[in-house]
């Protein structure tokens, strides 16, 4: 096992380069000076001359690359910006701050909207699939089906306006999207993040409802199953046991992967319900030609999907053990 996630983690590692080096070449290829974007509307020579020493666009490119690198892991000095501590993914000229500080403040309210999300997806979506499966061809199943089907067609930007009309601005059921964070205040943070964690959950869920019924009915029909049933077991044991945990695997693969693109920034429901995370932040980054920031995000959502899928595969590893003997 332990060679398994050695030979995995190294993997990784040769990927997250190759991204950081096909980032950071985008940032060059773009038909502008990245020190004049940076720079602002009011924008001085001396000002100008500082920001493209501060971003070392006066050195050849593979130092500009190596020094951005090397700041991942050392951090670096800006002159009079100060110094960046590692991990250090640059500074913001636009917002005048150190990217990872602009990071770390987003961070908090795309892993709280991710999080509470995912705890109702994976408890309605799997819970649905399941009973789906176990009624295979009875009306439950049609419905269950039916809705889930109905629910995955539905987009982010259609359903997040319907949810606020509905739930906030005309019954006001529910209180108007915001985040507070969790220390300040736990009943602001769970009331102003309920709306997006629905919404969020609807798609997601008739997603794992059609994808783990899917995965059990296939598994109800192998040979393993079947030879369960002739030797007397129960139809909650060979259920639950045998054919649940064929069907894990699938489960699993997708649910890590889902999970870093989520926590890398769900661009469309911050930006529907206008909450400040990682999504919405590339967002803004983009809108202000902030290319040192936007390279910091996107890193950052790079390394999260990258890391999620060594975990995938230790899972996979463990439930499995062909994989894992490979």
């Not at 990927?15 to 004049?36: E, G, H, N, Q, Y």
């Not at 991710?114 to 819970?127: A, K, N, P, Q």
Request: charged share 15%.
């Amino acid at each position: 096992m332990l060679r398994f996630l050695v030979r995995r983690s190294l993997g990784a590692l040769v990927i997250l380069l190759i991204i950081s080096m096909v980032t950071f070449a985008l940032f060059f290829a773009i038909p502008a000076d990245p020190a004049r974007l940076s720079c602002g509307k009011v924008c001085t020579p001396e000002n100008l001359a500082l920001i493209r020493h501060s971003m070392n666009l006066d050195k050849p490119v593979p130092l500009q690359f190596w020094d951005w690198l090397s700041g991942i892991f050392t951090g670096r000095d800006f002159g009079g910006n100060g110094h960046c501590d590692a991990p250090c993914f640059g500074y913001s000229f636009v917002k005048q701050d150190m990217i990872t500080n602009i990071l770390l403040d987003r961070f908090p309210t795309t892993l709280s909207l991710t999080l509470g999300s995912v705890v109702v997806f994976l408890i309605f979506g799997i819970g649905t699939g399941m009973l789906a499966a176990h009624k295979q061809g009875t009306a439950s199943d049609k419905i269950a089906s039916s809705a889930s089907l109905i629910a995955s067609s539905m987009q982010i930007y259609v359903a997040g306006p319907l949810a606020l009309a509905l739930l906030v601005y005309q019954t006001d059921w529910l209180a108007q999207p915001s985040y507070t964070p969790i220390t300040e205040d736990p009943v602001a943070w769970f009331t102003g993040l309920l709306v997006p964690w629905i919404v969020l959950s609807l798609i997601w869920t008739a997603n794992y409802t059609r994808m783990t019924r899917s995965s059990m009915v296939e598994q109800l029909s192998e040979d393993f199953v079947r030879t369960a049933r002739a030797k007397g077991m129960s139809g909650r044991t060979v259920f639950l046991r045998y054919a649940w945990r064929g069907a894990m695997g699938t489960i699993v693969t997708v649910f890590g992967i889902d999970l870093g693109v989520l926590l890398g920034g769900a661009i469309i429901t911050e930006t529907t319900f206008n909450l400040h995370g990682l999504g919405n932040l590339a967002i803004d980054a983009y809108g202000s030609s902030d290319l040192s920031l936007l390279v910091g995000v996107t890193m950052v959502a790079a390394a999260l999907i990258v890391f999620f899928n060594i975990l995938v595969d230790a899972a996979y590893a463990m439930i499995d053990p062909r994989i894992r003997l490979a």
